[in-house]
């Protein structure tokens, strides 16, 4: 992942639309979009040269102008229940004189599906206090062919299930950074993980998950339809000020109107609320009776992450007494509720009353944050 600056252009980083721009500009016919993306995505060819229904002039033109470039691996760890992790190369950007940095991507295999979770940004800006991507500060945006790219390597990596599937069937953006304080890049990184030339997934099974701007949100209802998970962690301004500081800037109420607009506007199922389980800080009852009344009767659900402690962080995980607490007060309240469960800390038995009821949730570890899986099949 190296975004210092370069003549050729990396394909990875057009959609459809830019594809298209991209062959009119070389005086080429709109079908040769449609080959090139068919050779990218369908047979995952990042060679010209095996491109073979391309002529031989078009093809060393590509090579002159063009790439297809993926994300340098510079590490990867794989654990015993198939969960994967891979550590990335995120190279300064253009005219930073920083030194190197990483993004990580993680996959988690399950019956019938395989998630991979992606990152937007190395580091982030917006500085939650129980983050650790928020502890090291923002870096820069990733480019969309380095969004793009991690789930095209994770493919290749992954190989093909026996059944022929594709490795990679649902993606988030619950990695490192905020995927709305980069749109410009997530946009069209959406759309080829949704179009049927290239990842061809559905609307559910591509999770962009916020700490909720505002503007964005909006914009977001008007440009794509996939789902969404927003990370809302306190039931009140004066908490969430604290936890999530973007919320001076776009407090609760606004926050639940754009929440509501893009369900209304994309007709979608419903929105997943992400909750972050501090002990003694927003785990109590009164926590949980006031965000039932903030999502009562809307089609929300909750998701309870308990923390994950990093070195250096003030918060400590909320116990599971006071989880299953929290859970069974929702419940009460009519609204959908679950438990991340931890390898060795399965809490999820404390709130039984609702399996069978939600989809199955997983957990793995990015960094020193926990990955939040909360996608709808
Ligand atoms: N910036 C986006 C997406 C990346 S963070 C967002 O904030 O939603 C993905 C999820 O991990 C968010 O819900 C975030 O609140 C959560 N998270 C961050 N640090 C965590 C920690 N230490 N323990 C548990 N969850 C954490
Ligand atoms: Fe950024 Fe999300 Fe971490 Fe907040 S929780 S600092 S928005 S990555």
């Known amino acids: 992942m190296n975004?210092?600056?370069?003549?050729?252009?990396?394909?990875?980083?057009?959609?459809?639309?830019?594809?298209?721009?991209f062959v009119?500009?070389?005086?080429?016919?709109?079908?040769?979009?449609?080959?090139?993306?068919?050779?990218?995505?369908?047979?995952?060819?990042?060679?010209?040269?095996?491109?073979?229904?391309?002529?031989?002039n078009f093809r060393e033109r590509l090579k002159a102008i063009a790439e297809i470039r993926l994300p340098e691996i510079m590490s990867e760890h794989a654990s015993s229940d198939g969960t994967r992790k891979w550590l990335l190369r995120a190279g300064p950007a253009a005219g930073d004189v920083g030194g190197e940095q990483a993004v990580e991507m993680v996959f988690i295999p399950e019956p019938g599906r395989g998630t991979l979770c992606i990152s937007s940004q190395v580091g982030c800006a917006l500085d939650c206090s129980f983050c650790s991507t928020g502890a090291q500060g923002f870096n820069r945006n990733l480019s969309t062919a380095e969004i793009v790219g991690q789930v095209w390597l994770a493919n290749r990596e992954l190989g093909v299930a026996p059944d022929g599937a594709r490795a990679v069937t649902n993606v988030v953006l619950m990695g490192m950074g905020e995927?709305?304080?980069?749109?410009?890049?997530?946009?069209?990184?959406?759309?080829?993980?949704?179009?049927?030339?290239?990842?061809?997934?559905?609307?559910?099974?591509?999770?962009?998950?916020?700490?909720?701007?505002?503007?964005?949100?909006y914009k977001l209802a008007e440009d794509t339809n996939v789902a969404l998970a927003v990370s809302l962690h306190a039931p009140n301004d004066a908490l969430r000020d604290q936890l999530v500081p973007i919320n001076r800037r776009h407090p609760i109420k606004e926050l639940l109107e754009a929440c509501w607009h893009y369900l209304d506007a994309q007709n979608g199922r419903s929105i997943t609320f992400e909750y972050v389980m501090l002990d003694g800080v927003n785990d109590q009852p009164e926590h949980?009776?006031?965000?039932?009344?903030?999502?009562?009767?809307?089609?929300?659900?909750?998701?309870?992450?308990?923390?994950?402690p990093f070195p250096g962080n003030q918060y400590r995980r909320s116990s599971r007494e006071a989880i299953s607490r929290f859970c069974d007060l929702l419940h009460e309240r009519a609204i959908i509720t679950t438990v991340r469960r931890t390898r060795g800390d399965d809490i999820d038995a404390a709130c039984g009353q609702l399996a069978g009821q939600v989809a199955d949730r997983t957990t793995v570890r990015l960094g020193s944050k926990r990955i939040n899986l909360a996608v709808e099949t």
């Open 3 to 21: 975004a210092v600056p370069e003549s050729k252009t990396n394909l990875l980083g057009l959609d459809r639309q830019g594809l298209a721009q």
């Open 24 to 56: 009119a500009d070389l005086g080429e016919k709109p079908f040769r979009a449609r080959q090139l993306m068919t050779w990218l995505y369908k047979r995952r060819v990042d060679d010209f040269e095996q491109m073979t229904d391309l002529s031989k």
């Open 179 to 217: 995927p709305l304080a980069n749109y410009r890049a997530v946009l069209p990184a959406l759309s080829i993980f949704m179009d049927d030339l290239a990842f061809d997934l559905s609307r559910r099974r591509v999770t962009l998950s916020t700490s909720g701007l505002v503007p964005q949100l």
């Open 288 to 308: 949980a009776i006031e965000l039932a009344g903030l999502l009562r009767g809307r089609d929300a659900k909750v998701n309870l992450i308990p923390f994950n």
